[in-house]
Structures are given as structure tokens and as C-alpha cells.
């Protein structure tokens, strides 16, 4: 009723509600609560220093375990691991190993118009999986590849 008469000027029932209960449990200010600063990210640079110096101490730790040392989230240690730290890692015969392995399945896909219809992708990229799994049973790696 009091914003039909007022319009949007005035607090709606809920808010009204509330700002009843805060002063009924002894609040005596009608001014907002002070809002905490918000938080530096997570990803920044500083801890991705941190990081990059808790991996350098120890290269089997999981994902996990970094992020505890280092005091943030499982998704934001693995967000810096994936984005900044983990190309940085690989050695120059396995970016050479990636470079050739692409450019087989580029070439493979221009000169076989059925190439991409027989390939599942994922973390791995598999070519004709689907037609021999569905034909036999697979015993080792090297069937796939």
C-alpha cells in the first residue's frame, strides 16, 4: 500500500519486514552496515608466484594440496596452473610432439572428407574409434592409435 501511494521511493513489505526485526533486536542506527573491501582475486600475481614457488619445491603435488599451501580455492589454483604455469613446463620435444601430431590430423582432415565423422574428442583425440570399438575388443593402446 505505501509504495502505490509513494512509488518506488519508498521500501517494499520485505524490506520494511526486516528493517523491523533489526531495530526490534536492539539495532539503533538507521545507516548501512560497512561493506568489506572485496577480496583480491585469486588469480593475480601474487599468487601465481606463490604457486609457481610451491610447485617448484615439489612437482607431485596434487591440485589440491597446492591450493591449501597457498590459501585459495581448488578451482582458481587450478585456473592458474592451466592458464599460466603449465605450458611453461612442457619441454621443446613435446611442444615439437604436439606441432607434428596437429598438423598429421590437419592434414588427415583435408584429404579425408569422412576423417572428422570417425574421430571422438576429449582429452585425447582418437581417430576411427568408433568403427573398431564397436568391431573388437581393444587389448592394448596401440589398437586405438
Known sequence: M????????????????????????????IKDDPKSRRLSSSTGND???????????????????VSVEVGICKSSCNTILTTKFVPRLLTEEQKQNHVSVSQELLDRSNTDENFLKNVITGNWVFP??????????????????
Do not use: M, P
Not at 604457486?51 to 591440485?63: A, D, G, K, M, Q
Open 2 to 29: 505505501l509504495q502505490q501511494a509513494y512509488g518506488e521511493d519508498c521500501l517494499s513489505h520485505t524490506q520494511c519486514y526486516e528493517w523491523y526485526q533489526c531495530f526490534k533486536s536492539g539495532r539503533t542506527s
Open 128 to 145: 576411427n574409434f568408433k568403427q573398431n570399438f564397436t568391431q573388437t575388443r581393444c587389448s592394448s593402446r596401440s589398437f586405438i592409435l
Open 47 to 65: 599468487h601465481i608466484e606463490k604457486v609457481r614457488s610451491v610447485i617448484r619445491e615439489n612437482r607431485r603435488l596434487t591440485i589440491r594440496k
